[in-house]
């Protein structure tokens, strides 16, 4: 067996946990391999919803293992409060929630830092979402990181007072006042609550199961041109987002890795600062972030908003070995009278289609004008055919197929066009 990916294409906030929640009956284990609770993965189902950050979006089924894979970074504070908020809802995760060993934790003293480095840049931050996960990683690779199976070594609490420690003398080093007390009180709290989950060596555990015949998803987190090496550098996340990322993350070789699922909205988001070639500042931004609930699931933040940017999905795609595609949002246009897509990018007086090394060039995107559709309520009725137009004409730009539609939060408002997708 191999392990199929699912992640987005773009600067994160796809809806892949949704994505995530319709194919999961597909498959016997679902696996994050990377980023912390700067996820916001949200699922609607039964009139409510749920937004997960650190836990998989397979949590919602019963009998399926959900497994936090080594290259997350887990806040034992946040997970206990998802923990705690699915409880309130009838979900118990001990019996199919699984956390790697490996996998790094983020401590109060990583939020700290995160807050006030990015307090010190001024103009210039980089809009971290403020969850310790940059400061966590740069542990990790400094080779001073606490991981989760460091909680069952009888010196546990002296290798954190030490890391705290550390901490404290870095921080000491910017102009920000803090109270470490009540983010600690509740860390470790969350530390007694990630003690009664099961933990494993997941590269193990992982591969056995395909070896068994178990059928494996790993979901991503962020987006491709969030990646720390191929994104808007500096303007990214602090893990690799990239379906490589699946074989560091999971302990996966690059051979195990099956089909690779690429999710992207019908325009484009982002959060944040960092260059964004397609961006509306005007009315017709202000539309699509009313029309699509433009704000984010773990910040609150309003998210800019533009039309579709093909120069950038196609190295998405490209990076992500991408073997199908699945398209969010095309309910949000549902109204606009023409719908544009940026086919190529104006930079120095050429005509390209890469993404250039040095964003901050001025780039001037070259549109292509579709007419524009209407969506019926009813989640049942066929496409219109100028979405159909527009699905048609983003599949020959991409040379990619789009197998699912979502034309709306629940997961009722699902239109799978693949018969190889339809659920069993």
Not at 54 to 72: E, L
Not at 102 to 121: F, G, M
Not at 340 to 365: A, K, N
Request: negative net charge; contains cysteine; aromatic residues 8%.
């Amino acid at each position: 067996m191999k392990a199929d990916v699912l992640l987005g294409l773009q600067w994160g906030d796809e809806g892949k946990g949704k994505i995530v929640d319709v194919l999961t009956p597909r498959y016997d284990v679902i696996a994050r391999f990377q980023g912390g609770p700067n996820a916001g993965h949200t699922l609607e189902f039964d009139g409510i919803k749920h937004v997960l950050h650190t836990i998989p979006s397979g949590i919602f089924h019963p009998g399926k293992a959900n497994v936090i894979g080594n290259g997350v970074v887990i806040d034992p504070a946040v997970l206990k409060k998802e923990i705690d908020g699915l409880k309130e809802r009838g979900i118990d995760v001990r019996d199919n929630l699984y956390v790697s060993r490996k996998a790094h934790l983020i401590l109060p003293t990583h939020r700290l830092l995160d807050a006030a480095s990015e307090a010190s840049k001024g103009k210039e931050k980089i809009g971290s979402t403020l969850k310790g996960i940059g400061p966590a990683y740069m542990d990790k690779t400094g080779r001073n990181g606490l991981r989760a199976g460091d909680i069952e070594s009888p010196d546990f609490r002296q290798r954190y007072g030490n890391l705290v420690a550390k901490h404290r003398e870095m921080l000491n080093q910017f102009e920000y006042a803090y109270d470490l007390a009540p983010l600690e009180k509740e860390w470790l709290s969350g530390i007694e609550t990630l003690k009664g989950l099961k933990f494993i060596d997941s590269e193990y555990e992982i591969n056995q199961m395909l070896d068994e015949g178990r059928s494996v998803l790993a979901e991503g987190a962020q987006g491709a041109l969030l990646d720390i090496d191929f994104g808007s550098y500096p303007y990214v996340t602090s893990s690799n987002t990239i379906t490589a990322a699946t074989s560091s993350g999971l302990g996966l070789a690059p051979h195990r890795i099956g089909e690779v699922y690429g999710i992207f909205k019908a325009y484009c988001t982002r959060v944040g600062s960092g260059p964004f070639p397609t961006e509306l500042s005007d009315e017709t931004g202000d539309r699509l972030r009313k029309a699509g609930n433009e704000f984010g699931s773990t910040t609150g933040r309003p998210r800019r908003c533009g039309w579709l940017d093909l120069p950038a999905l196609r190295y998405a795609i490209m990076l992500n070995g991408v073997t199908r595609l699945i398209m969010m949002k095309p309910d949000v246009l549902s109204g606009f009278e023409s719908v544009l897509v940026c086919t190529h990018y104006m930079s120095g007086g050429r005509r390209t289609d890469r993404i250039p090394f040095d964003l901050g060039v001025p780039i001037d995107p070259v549109y292509e004008t579709l007419p524009g559709w209407n969506l019926e309520e009813d989640v049942t009725a066929p496409l219109p055919e100028m979405l159909e137009r527009y699905i048609a004409f983003l599949e020959k730009a991409l040379g990619k197929p789009i197998s699912i539609v979502s034309t709306g939060p629940d997961r009722r408002q699902t239109h799978i066009r693949d018969e190889a997708l339809m659920p069993v």
